[in-house]
């Protein structure tokens, strides 16, 4: 069954300090990777596309990286800031059909403290 | 910056009414999407569409229907609203490698 597993559910840091999101996918076959940051009461926004021959990505101070052979993706965000407070939602593509069909994580809730 | 748009941003209606919640993306778009989500939860898919004339049921089983008449507006209907459809409602539109550009979402409370 394909699924897409996040943790933690919930994090809570201090503003200035790092931290890592784990995404777990059993989602084969494999196309990409997507990070999405979703405020409170809002859509989520891209951060990051991973495919399958991409290591490591950056986007400012969100960096993903993907090991397809374990089929593990982590989002590292350093120096974090208090707008950096969201939902960040791992979704994974298959090559299933013409389109991709998307598999979502329930995502993690990461809070940062002043 | 995307420019999809929802509305309305919140309902609160009562059991029974007919809804339509709307959406319109100005990108030219032609895939688009409507997603649930409850919190804490992942997206479901309801409803997407290809292009003008074209819709499918997602994998939420869903007693909402939709129309794509033209290509920047994709409107979902509900006939009879009832409490379990009390949920957020995000749609999308994507051109390629399915980045997909959300709404705000309507946030749905049916009494």
């Known amino acids: 069954k394909n699924q897409v597993e996040q943790s933690p559910q919930s994090l809570i840091i201090l503003e200035g300090k790092n931290c890592t999101l784990q995404?777990?996918?059993?989602?084969?076959?494999?196309?990409?990777l997507r990070w999405y940051k979703q405020d409170t009461g809002r859509g989520p926004v891209s951060l990051t596309i991973?495919?399958?021959?991409?290591n490591t990505k950056s986007n400012g101070r969100y960096t993903a990286t993907l090991d397809a052979d374990t089929k593990q993706s982590s989002l590292h965000i350093t120096a974090s800031q208090l707008s950096d407070s969201a939902s960040y939602i791992c979704v994974v593509s298959d090559r299933g059909s013409t389109l991709g069909r998307l598999y979502f994580g329930r995502g993690t809730q990461l809070t940062v403290w002043p | 910056e995307a420019d999809i748009y929802q509305t309305p941003r919140y309902l609160v209606i009562g059991t029974g009414k007919k809804i339509t919640l709307e959406c319109s993306q100005t990108?030219?778009?032609?895939?688009m999407y409507w997603y649930q989500q409850d919190p804490g939860m992942e997206l479901h898919l309801i409803h997407y569409s290809y292009g003008v004339n074209s819709t499918e049921k997602g994998d939420l089983s869903s007693e909402s229907t939709v129309s794509r008449i033209r290509t920047e507006h994709f409107p979902l209907t509900l006939e009879s609203a009832r409490p379990s459809h009390t949920s957020q409602y995000l749609c999308a539109s994507s051109e390629y490698q399915e980045k997909l550009f959300f709404g705000s979402g309507t946030q749905l409370s049916v009494l």
């Open positions: 991973m495919t399958f021959s991409e």
């Open positions: 995404c777990n996918y059993t989602v084969s076959p494999f196309s990409n």
């Open positions: 990108m030219g778009h032609d895939k």
